[in-house]
């Protein structure tokens, strides 16, 4: 059977004759007299019809890789037309929130001294209830979520809620899990409750008194209240 024959077989449905895998491993010493094992670098021989028809499909796969495989997973992925840039941008602000991570005790000597911050359950009083709340977004498909658990004074474990919530920012996820963790909370007889959140600039807001023009301002009141 030819080559032609046998790919059309193949995309067709038809089962692949599992001998077109079988592939010829050498070793090829890397050194004139070779006396281990790890010094002979293994090579694989594959037959010719299994080189052009996983290359055939690979291009066939190709123009459907951009809808199954987020931006930030494609590094190793040929895009015409694409870079890395996306990919190295992310790398360098890692890098300077690692270096940002210490600071410089001592100009002349540049030695460092690492900023530690640890993180704890702090017991609410025996009256409060706790609520921990999140939210998180994804680009590709565009939807956000939010959610989170309350507990009591004791750390135990109460109620947990989740939401879906559409598309939307991180900070509007952020806001809609304080707010349906709060109105849980007031549902359930919980009126003493303390809030942690992870976001500052969410927390800022809510304290200032200037969200009422924003477009998030609804979500903000009702928390506030």
């Known amino acids: 059977m030819d080559l032609y024959s046998v790919a059309r077989r193949i995309f067709e449905g038809v089962q692949m ?30 037959n010719v019809a299994h080189k052009v028809l996983t290359k055939v499909i690979a291009n066939r796969l190709k123009p459907l890789l951009p809808d199954l495989i987020g931006p930030e997973q494609n590094s190793f992925i040929r895009v015409a037309g694409s870079n890395n ?27 460092r001294a690492r900023i530690v911050r640890h993180i704890a359950l702090s017991h609410p009083p025996s009256d409060t209830v706790k ?6 977004v994804m680009i ?10 309350i507990r009591d004074q004791m750390g135990n474990w109460l109620v947990g809620f989740k939401a879906n919530l559409g598309t939307c920012s991180i900070f509007r996820a952020e806001a809609w899990g304080v707010l349906l963790g709060l109105r849980l909370a007031w549902n359930r007889g919980w009126r003493k409750v ?6 500052q600039a969410l927390v800022s807001t809510i304290q200032r008194s200037d969200y009422e023009y924003t477009v998030d301002g609804t979500i903000l009141r009702e928390i506030k209240i």
Do not use: M, W, Y
């Open 17 to 46: 004759n599992p001998a077109i895998n079988n592939t010829l491993l050498v070793l090829i010493p890397k050194v004139q007299n070779p006396e281990s094992i790890f010094q002979f670098r293994p090579i694989s021989l594959c």
């Open 85 to 111: 840039a996306r990919s190295v941008h992310l790398i360098l602000n890692f890098s300077e929130q690692i270096q940002k991570a210490s600071k410089v005790s001592d100009p002349s000597t540049r030695k």
């Open 131 to 136: 609520l921990n709340s999140d939210g998180s």
């Open 140 to 149: 590709n498909p565009d939807s956000a979520a939010s959610g989170g658990l």
């Open 194 to 199: 303390r809030v942690e959140v992870d976001n």
